[in-house]
């Protein structure tokens, strides 16, 4: 790749602007992973298409509107095949923009541009699952006996490297206790998992706060919920993964409901310290029962 890229795209700080959507940086992410795939850089694409650099830069932020016929022209110079420009034009959406929106799981929920680009780029996270363990929690062998899917799994390993990262986000995990009391069938996985979270407790940056089985089964902690926040001017997300798609939404009155629900389950969960010392216990409890 052409090292003129990186600086061209330097050049604009490489924030986010006060016009972005999670749809519009969701739609700028693919066309610049597109293009650094193929090899090209920015100013020569600009050039080519007769664009400014800083059209484009924007365009791959996403804060700047488009058309369908600019980013027809665009990918008609990647060069892409039917798919790829099927998966683009899928994203530009002449609609009003209603900041509520659905990603199939295709091919899974771990590798959704949209979960992954805002992952790496949020100033917090915070998860909460009430029969598994947040993916952000998972070890690989957790993972894969929960999924089923070795393809799933290598992705959800990618996206915990945000929790490593040294500008990565501070992440605040609620596991119920449910996720432990039913378990899996293998009392080494458990215990592994178990082990995990309890490790976890000390990173820097990583917060795990278990939600007692004496919680019961309050309307609030029926649904699977994540929120990211980022440094301002850009909204927070919230989003809930089903079976077959995950739902995004940065719609501000719904966004508030998500903070009120994450409100709720601080007051509903152990403290940090009681959490580590119960979670010690879920691992011991597994050990016993794996010999």
Not at 123 to 135: D, L, N
Not at 141 to 169: C, I, S, W
Request: glycine fraction near 8%; charge should be neutral; include cysteine.
């Amino acid at each position: 790749m052409d090292t003129t890229d990186n600086a061209a795209e330097k050049t604009t700080g490489n924030t986010w602007e006060r016009l972005t959507t999670a749809r519009s940086r969701e739609l700028g992410e693919e066309l610049r992973r597109i293009r650094r795939h193929i090899g090209l850089a920015l100013p020569r694409v600009a050039k080519d298409l007769g664009w400014s650099a800083g059209k484009l830069s924007k365009l791959e932020l996403g804060s700047r509107g488009t058309s369908l016929w600019e980013i027809g022209i665009l990918i008609g110079r990647y060069g892409v095949d039917k798919a790829v420009r099927d998966r683009v034009l899928a994203l530009v959406d002449h609609r009003i923009d209603i900041h509520n929106f659905l990603r199939l799981h295709t091919p899974c929920p771990d590798a959704l541009t949209v979960l992954t680009l805002h992952e790496a780029n949020a100033a917090t996270v915070t998860a909460y699952e009430p029969f598994a363990v947040p993916a952000l929690g998972q070890t690989e062998d957790y993972a894969r006996a929960l999924t089923g899917d070795q393809d799933q799994v290598g992705a959800r390993m990618k996206r915990q490297r945000v929790l490593h990262a040294p500008t990565g986000p501070r992440v605040l995990l609620y596991v119920h206790e449910v996720a432990l009391h039913m378990g899996l069938d293998d009392p080494v996985v458990m215990r592994d998992q178990a082990l995990h979270l309890t490790l976890m407790c000390g990173w820097p940056g990583v917060t795990v706060r278990l939600v007692p089985m004496t919680a019961g089964t309050r309307a609030r902690l029926r649904h699977p919920a994540t929120l990211m926040t980022f440094p301002d001017p850009i909204r927070p997300i919230a989003c809930a993964e089903t079976d077959t798609a995950t739902v995004f939404h940065d719609d501000p009155q719904v966004v508030a409901d998500y903070h009120l629900k994450m409100w709720r389950l601080g007051v509903l969960a152990l403290g940090p310290d009681e959490s580590h010392e119960r979670l010690a216990r879920w691992a011991d409890h597994y050990d016993r029962g794996s010999h």
